[in-house]
């Protein structure tokens, strides 16, 4: 069983930061892709960003120059570094993971179970 556990959520002023963070756990054989999507109430979840095991990494064009994402391959960590932060990054954030679990090499995708980022004055 893997589990993704996510932490770092919560209420911050327009132009602040929030650093999301995210450690698989449990049987895990290698991790490919790691990312990051969220859902503002009323819309689809999208990509904000992702990270290739071999460090490539792609942004949504809105969080492009604000976030970074990075991992720590030895802890199964993801990160999230949020910077000038706006109303409009409101959401639900949840962490995505590609994870090989066994020598099959067949990957199995999971998710985390989402935390809330509010941006309001």
């Known amino acids: 069983q893997v589990q993704l556990v996510e932490s770092g959520g919560g209420l911050v002023q327009p132009g602040g930061s929030l650093r999301l963070s995210c450690a698989a756990s449990g049987r895990i054989f290698s991790i490919n892709a790691m990312g990051w999507y969220r859902q503002a109430p009323g819309k689809q979840r999208e990509l904000v960003a992702l990270?290739?095991?071999?460090?490539?990494?792609n942004y949504v064009d809105s969080v492009k120059g604000r976030f970074t994402i990075s991992r720590d391959n030895a802890k199964n960590t993801v990160y999230l570094q949020m910077n000038s932060l706006k109303p409009e990054d409101t959401a639900v954030y949840y962490c995505?993971?590609?994870?090989?679990?066994?020598?099959?090499?067949?990957?199995?995708?999971?998710w985390g179970q989402g935390t809330q980022v509010t941006v309001s004055s």
């Open positions: 995505n993971a590609t994870i090989v679990v066994d020598t099959t090499n067949r990957p199995y995708d999971y």
């Open positions: 990270i290739g095991r071999g460090g490539t990494i």
